[in-house]
């Protein structure tokens, strides 16, 4: 980088580096101070946090933790939730990939058409479809199973995943896919065997947004379960009891529910801003 | 890129098809089938007509939510865009520093909206939040649950705090996309620090911006686990935003048939936004953006 | 199928949009389609203007019911055909 | 084995991409598809390929309708001009994949593989991944992927366009080679005329959309069938003049007579246009019957060898390319058009000629500066031990104020390092930089006042063209009138006049690489100005107008400039003094001629000219030089020498004779146009002549022969000067 060998020769780009490195590391202080007091309150018990005001904990306790692990009724919810967000992306994927393929390379009669109409998905509010997909799974008997929560998520994931991914083989010069039929190979070879890895980062980020979108949507995944198959978020709302707000427990199922979501984004880390930007920039 | 056209390619779209006609065209006319009728449970339906949509445009309940809405996506949309960008023009290019506020920035993007939802109602509270006790020390009268200012504020600064990185990670990608090249025209050209901002960066940004503007309406306009956590729509009705209202009806008194109307007029409110959306994306597409 | 609560009132409105789809689509096979540039300054197909026709006869007749009331409504209906012409017209 | 399009066309969305066409292409040919960009070469192809279906007619291989089969079922073969190979496969299994496809049996594929790798000279390294090899060599794996698969049509892209000059060079050579005893129909697409030349076979030169004639290349090339053909097969671009035929004679522009030649004697009498092509235009009175026209001179370019002239003929704009190093400043010169069409002739008259004067315009904010390299080396490391290391080894220049330079290497031999360090983009790991005394070696680019235009146009999209050209002169402060004058100068300069108040979005390519011309020229007070390959994204017949026009405006201006290129007729023809470079290193500065006729590196014999310099193997005796035991005579005399001793030896300065020099072997002949290439073989080894566009080369010339005072002598790959 010509930059980099330049920058220390001048005073003023050295002012400059200070003041971004000021300003990224207020941003990030602002972004992680809710999200310390949340890990300080989850190794506190609850005379703690009710009781002093403090900024860090006194007496250091795992007891939130040791409850949610060995309750039941606490880590179920944590499976169901990984159950369905799972089988969401995979069903997002499958379905989303030849559909992106189509829409990147060909013109089709409607396509465009077709297009908006998926991107109206992703926009609509779940609440509008709260109530349909309610009566919806109802009927059919798949109320309260990990199966229907994952279908109801298809609803804004298929159609992300369609954009996403789009943007990212459009990137992918046509000439390729044109060289490997006249090679002699057929769709269905090609598309696995050369395509694929060529869009290989795209495929992790679109599993990634499925992912994350699946595991923090809550108005759909609660109104389709009740005991089953209930999420973890929704289980959440139980600390609620008699003698008032368990803080601590709530405190520690949160940091519980962020954990994964900062373990899948370490993988893509490097194509994140491009994810976010659909594949498009 | 210039693409064959080839109507074979509908069967490579066919199962997506399939799919989202079952999860979004199924309920949708069911949404319309009920918007016209009146029902006291145990599936009777009665005709009722047009009742539904004239009750619902000539109460207050839904275009306060309406306005409420506007005014909530607004004031995000003003903080969030200029924060975001001005955040991502300060970010770190390249190395580990780069990874490191990539990952802790998007941290926020991952966590469930209930949980959200709960940070900041913990965060924001007197007795044990540091927000709030913070404030409270300072000598700030300062209480979301009563307070209609302090909920708003509340709100709005857990939606900034959940979301600004959307916006500056788009900015950020759209920043890292122009060539060096640039940037050492405009140093031989001699432009000011705002220059380059206002004719490179801004210009070389618009396509992602549009994409972090919309994205950043849209999900503004359905919002309904975060702000019902915290304030669940109060103090009064201070805070009910449309989603929030529709769940209460819907789901909470299950008056179907309002509901659905709501329903409906809400996703036409959407639907024209997102033609608009669409329109410009492809049009941005189109001039290579 | 109950549960979907369906009438003949919705049914036909359904089946009257699956009609216009298919007989556009029909359309779009005789006569392949040519976007043209209108005034609302972007490119336009056919498709797009019924969308345009579909989604704007939504909101006079909202906007109908709104301000002047359902006994009326019929009116309304003559408005979006004016509008729907219009529509295929200039845009 | 033929291929046949019958009445094909293609119409996509209302649009004619290929006009009907019928072309008919026998087995083992090569087949030249000429035309500019866009004009419908690769749409054809692809029809060929079955890639695209034609709206009307059919194709026909072989006797068989393959109309709308599946490209898959096709056996055809295509290179792309981009480096298309499977990324994630290795060279190895990239080669292997058509075959595995064809179910061939392991040994098989593996000993074809190693064939054809070995043919690409692609051996040592089949088991890396094409991203991390080289473009020339990704293009070569791509190359051996169409060869190895033996079909019947193999389609070419301009496989050549996003490579290197020198190796384009030498992959055209090998080409024809490789494909020659492949049998298969070869079909090539390309924008250049020269490669057309090159590649010998057939050629069909296209214009929007229409094959406008297919036949024989060389006969295209010089019986082309319409001025469209005549401006599409011709490099520098064709010259034309209205004449006017009455009767038995033909009358030209300026009142001269001559009488029509037989193969026009059944032309009806009227206006017509001749074409002729620029190495027929003489400043010399050549032949007796050459006939004479007064033109105006604009710019010469010298390459070495040859000399372009740029003239202005009543409007008409002339390019002549004359033999040989002709400075026209005070040369009594009289030109010649003598057209071969029309084979025309005249009586003689002398003019005078005079270069435009550098005008050094007397103005207070005109600076310019020396450069002087102290000293000057970059690493790219923090702590480079080893001279490997270094990007950019030792250097010591002076830099002419006023001067033009051209920094000339293949790609990562430091030549842009080199410009970097001088714009300040760049901080040298050691010695010093100086403008006139100045040192400014940690000074920031802006302080420098240079002015740099980069390979991909840089412009400002949202701006008009008129505030982009405005912007380094608003950025300094200078009131608006200055501005709008210089700003009208500048745009009328690159001839952009009339769109002015357009915005820079949406202009094509080359429009947005003169608004970065502009940019750059349009402060007065620049000390240098630098380009950087700044017409790779120009088609070739924008890159004469540009060059042509860049050469103008230094010689109005006289700013010094820096010009960096790996493409050595722009090096040569742009540059008052070209920096040779390769490997970090400077190896010559020196003018066009000096490069070309006395190398003071092999390198340089073989990076400039084309064919580059030939180089035997030799014993040097005092100014005798001994090849395999027989003697060649040389111009000077030598001392004893050390090391390798090697000839040096330009196809220019080599002749075939029948009873004189050293015996060879004909292998081939290709006509270039304006000369003869041939390829022969001396003791073993390739040897390169060029003869004349007329002469005759006769199956008995066994030998060959060198001009003494053109013969240079190497040790180590070094000229040795030796004594008169």
Known sequence: MPDATAAPARKAPRIRVNRSALVMAAYLIFLMLPLYWLLNMSLKTNAEILGDFTLFPRNLTFQNYVTIFTDPAWYMGYVNSLIYVVMNTVISLAVALPAAYAFSRYHFMGDKHLFFWLLTNRMAPPAVFALPFFQLYSSVGLFDTHIAVALAHCLFNVPLAVWILEGFMRGVPKEIDETAYIDGYGFGAFFVKIFMPLIASGIGVAAFFCFMFSWVELLLSRTLTTVDAKPIAAIMTRTQGASGIDWGLLAAAGILTIIPGALVIWFVRNYIAKGFALGRV | MNKTLNNKAWFLVLPVLVLVAFSAVIPLMTVVNYSVQDTFGNNQFFWAGLEWFEEMLHEDRMWNALRRQLIFSAVILAIEVPLGVFVALNMPKSGAWSSFCLVTMSLPLLIPWNVVGTIWQIFGRVDIGLLGHTLAAMGIDYNYTQDTIAAWVTIIVMDVWHWTSLVALLAFAGLKSIPDAYYQAARIDQASRWKVFRYIELPKMAGVLMIAILLRFMDSFMIYTEPFVVTGGGPGNATTLLSIDLVKMALGQFDLGPAAAFSLMYFLVILAISWVFYTVMTNLDKKGM | MAWMAWTWPTAIFFLVIAGLLAVFTVLAIKFPETPRVGILRTETTRGDRLFITLLGSAFINLAWLGLIGPETQPWALAVCLVYAAAVFRWV | ?724
Request: proline share 5%.
């Open chain 4, 1 to 724: 084995m033929t291929l046949e399009l019958r009445g094909v066309s293609r119409i996509v969305e209302g649009q004619l991409h290929v006009h009907p066409t019928d072309l008919v292409l026998e087995k083992g040919t090569m087949n030249v598809l000429l035309g500019p960009t866009l004009s419908g070469k690769t749409s054809l192809m692809r029809l060929m390929a079955g890639l695209d279906v034609p709206s009307v007619g059919q194709v026909i291989w072989q006797g068989k309708d393959v109309t709308g089969m599946r490209v898959q079922d096709r056996g055809v073969a295509m290179v792309y001009q981009q480096f298309i190979n499977y990324p994630s496969m290795t060279v190895y299994d990239n080669i292997a994949s058509p075959m595995r496809l064809l179910g061939l049996s392991k040994p098989e594929i593996d000993r074809r593989v190693r064939e054809t790798a070995e043919l690409m000279k692609l051996d040592g390294m089949l088991e890396r991944r094409p991203l991390e090899l080289s473009g020339g060599q990704q293009q070569r794996c791509a190359l051996a992927r169409a060869l190895v698969k033996d079909a019947g049509l193999v389609l070419l892209d301009e496989p050549l366009a996003n490579l290197d000059y020198k190796l384009r060079e030498e992959l055209r050579v090998e080409i024809p080679k490789i494909f020659e005893a492949a049998g298969s129909i070869f079909v090539y697409a390309t924008t250049e005329p020269e490669e057309a030349l090159l590649l010998g076979g057939n050629v069909a030169t296209l214009w929007e959309g229409r094959v406008t004639q297919f036949g024989p290349t060389p006969r295209v090339y010089r019986c082309p069938a319409d001025a469209t053909t005549a401006r599409v097969f011709s490099d520098p671009p064709m010259n034309f003049l209205a004449v006017a035929k009455t009767g038995a004679s033909l009358a030209f522009g300026e009142g001269q007579q001559l009488p029509a030649p037989e193969a026009l004697a059944e032309l009806p009498d009227g206006r017509y246009m001749a074409g002729f092509r620029a190495n027929h235009l003489e400043i010399r009175q050549h032949r007796p019957e050459a006939l004479r026209f007064t033109a105006g001179l604009a710019v010469t370019e010298l390459t070495g060898s040859e000399t372009f002239v740029h003239l202005d003929h009543h409007g008409d704009r002339w390019v002549g390319l004359i033999h040989g190093v002709h400075d026209l400043e005070m040369a009594r010169a009289s030109m010649s058009g003598s057209t071969r069409a029309m084979s025309t002739s005249s009586a003689r008259t002398g003019r005078w000629w005079r270069r435009p004067p550098t005008r050094r315009p007397p103005e207070e904010d005109r600076t310019m500066a020396r450069i002087t390299l102290d000293n000057l080396a970059h690493s790219y490391q923090s702590n480079p031990q080893t001279e490997d290391d270094y990007a950019l080894k030792e250097l010591n220049h002076v830099w002419e104020d006023g001067a033009a330079y051209a920094l000339l290497g293949s790609s990562g031999c430091g030549k842009s390092t080199l410009l970097n360090i001088i714009s300040g983009l760049l901080q040298p790991s050691q010695g010093r930089i100086l403008f006139d005394d100045r040192d400014v070696t940690h000074a920031a680019t802006a302080e420098r006042n240079i002015a740099q235009v980069f390979q991909f146009p840089v412009v400002y999209d949202t701006m008009t063209v008129h505030d982009n050209l405005a912007f380094p002169l608003r950025n300094r402060g200078r009131d608006e009138a200055y501005v709008a004058e210089r700003v009208g100068e500048i745009a009328r300069m690159i001839g952009m006049e009339h769109m002015l108040k357009r915005k820079a979005r949406g202009l094509t390519a080359d429009a947005k690489q003169k608004i970065s011309l502009g940019r750059g020229m349009v402060r007065k007070d620049v000390n240098a100005l630098l380009f950087d390959e700044p017409l790779t994204v120009i088609d070739p017949h924008m890159k004469w107008e540009l060059r042509t026009q860049l050469k103008k405006l230094h010689h109005e201006f006289g700013h010094t400039m820096i010009y960096v290129t790996h493409d050595q007729t722009e090096a040569l023809t742009f540059a008052d003094k070209v920096v040779v470079m390769y490997d970090g290193r400077v190896v010559q500065i020196g003018t066009p001629e000096e490069l070309f006729e006395r190398p003071e590196h092999t390198f340089v014999g073989y990076f400039i000219g084309s064919p580059g310099m030939n180089l035997l193997p030799a014993e040097v005796e005092g100014n005798v030089a001994h090849v395999h035991g027989a003697a060649v005579p040389l111009g000077r005399g030598y001392g004893p020498l050390s090391g390798k001793v090697e000839l040096g030896i330009r196809p220019e300065f080599a002749r075939l004779s029948r009873d004189e020099g050293l015996p060879v072997q004909i292998r081939r002949v290709e006509d270039v146009g304006r000369h003869k290439i041939i390829r022969t073989e001396l003791f073993g080894q390739e040897f390169n002549v060029i003869a004349g566009e007329d002469e005759t080369v006769g199956a008995d010339m066994a030998r060959v022969a060198f001009d003494p005072a053109h013969v240079n002598v190497y040790a180590d790959g070094w000229r040795v000067a030796g004594a008169a």
